[in-house]
C-alpha cells in the first residue's frame, strides 16, 4: 500500500516523560493545555500538495531509513500510527474513524533552535518507517482490539540487538480511545501557528481535503541505551506492535534477534540505515 494522497502527522507529548527525554520539553513551555495529560500540539510530516515545501516529499518506508546530511542524532521513535477516514462539513473536520494501525517509527533528527517540530521529522525520502502489515480496526472505544496491543523497539548493531524504546502497552497513552480523537479534530480545525505548532487546518486545505490521514499518535520513552545511542549507517532499526495477550516480551526479543516474526497478530518494520 503506497500513501502518497493520504496527509501525515504525529502527536506530540502523549506519553509522560517522552518530551523530557528527547530534550524537547522546553519548545512547549508556553502551549497551555487544559491538563497535564494532554498532549501539545499535532504536527505535520507528510503534506500531498505542499508545493516548494520539504513536508511534500514522500517520507515512508518499509526497509530503509536514509541518514540526513551531517546528522548524527537520529533517533528511532516507536509509535502506533492509526489510519483514519476524515469526514467534513463546511471544510471543517466533524468526524475521524480510525480504520487500521501499524507500527511506525516517526524517525527525528534531534536538532536544536529549529522553530517546528515538522523541521525534526521529514528530511526527505526513507526518513519515515511503517510496516507493510496494517491490522484492521473497527473502532477506538474502550475493550476493542488495540486495547490488548503493545509497541516494542530494538536498535541492532554489528549483530548486537539492544532494547531501544520501553516495552509498553498502547494503554500507556495519556490520551486515548475516543478522548484522543476528539482532541485530533480539534487540533484539526483550531491549531495555530503558534510556536513550535502549525495551522493544520491551513495544510489541510493546502492538501485539497485529503480523505484520508495518517497519525502516529505518540513516541514510547526511551530505555537507556536509546536515549544515549543514536542511528548509524549499518545499523538496523526494529519496530514492533503486538498482541500481548498471545505474545509475551521475550517472544518479540528473540523475533526481533532473529528478524522472523510472526504473520499474525502483530506489525513490524525493519529498517536498514545508510
Not at 212 to 234: D, M, R, V
Request: charge should be negative; proline fraction near 4%; aromatic fraction near 10%.
Amino acid at each position: 500500500m503506497t500513501f502518497e494522497k493520504i496527509i501525515g502527522f504525529g502527536i506530540a507529548g502523549n506519553v509522560a516523560g517522552h518530551l523530557e527525554q528527547a530534550g524537547e520539553a522546553a519548545d512547549f513551555i508556553n502551549v497551555e493545555t487544559v491538563d497535564e495529560a494532554q498532549p501539545k500540539a499535532l504536527f505535520p510530516f507528510y503534506v500531498p500538495g505542499a508545493i516548494n515545501s520539504f513536508l511534500s516529499v514522500y517520507p515512508f518506508s518499509n526497509d530503509r531509513i536514509k541518514t540526513p546530511n551531517n546528522a548524527d542524532n537520529l533517533q528511532i521513535e516507536a509509535e502506533v500510527v492509526l489510519l483514519c477516514d476524515i469526514s467534513y462539513s463546511d471544510n471543517k473536520v466533524v468526524k475521524l474513524t480510525p480504520t487500521h494501525f501499524s507500527a511506525f517509527n516517526d524517525c527525528s533528527i534531534r536538532k536544536a533552535n529549529v522553530k517546528k517540530i515538522s523541521e525534526k521529522k521529514n528530511w526527505g525520502m526513507e526518513s519515515k518507517g511503517i510496516s507493510t502489515t496494517l491490522l484492521a480496526i473497527d473502532n477506538l472505544e474502550p475493550g476493542s482490539l488495540l486495547d490488548d496491543f503493545r509497541i516494542a523497539s530494538f536498535h541492532k548493531r554489528n549483530g548486537k540487538l539492544s532494547r531501544y524504546g520501553e516495552d509498553c502497552p498502547v494503554l500507556d497513552y495519556n490520551y486515548f480511545h475516543s478522548n484522543l480523537l476528539e482532541w485530533i479534530k480539534n487540533q484539526m480545525n483550531h491549531q495555530q501557528d503558534e510556536g513550535p505548532a502549525e495551522n493544520i487546518a491551513e495544510l489541510l486545505f493546502i492538501a485539497d481535503y485529503p480523505q484520508q490521514a495518517l497519525i502516529s499518535i505518540g513516541a514510547t520513552c526511551y530505555t537507556p541505551f536509546g536515549e544515549k545511542n543514536y542511528l548509524q549507517a549499518g545499523d538496523t532499526s526494529i519496530v514492533v506492535v503486538y498482541n500481548g495477550k498471545i505474545y509475551s516480551q521475550h517472544d518479540i526479543l528473540t523475533m526481533a534477534d532473529s528478524e522472523q516474526f510472526a504473520a499474525e497478530h502483530l506489525s513490524h518494520v525493519i529498517q536498514q540505515v545508510y
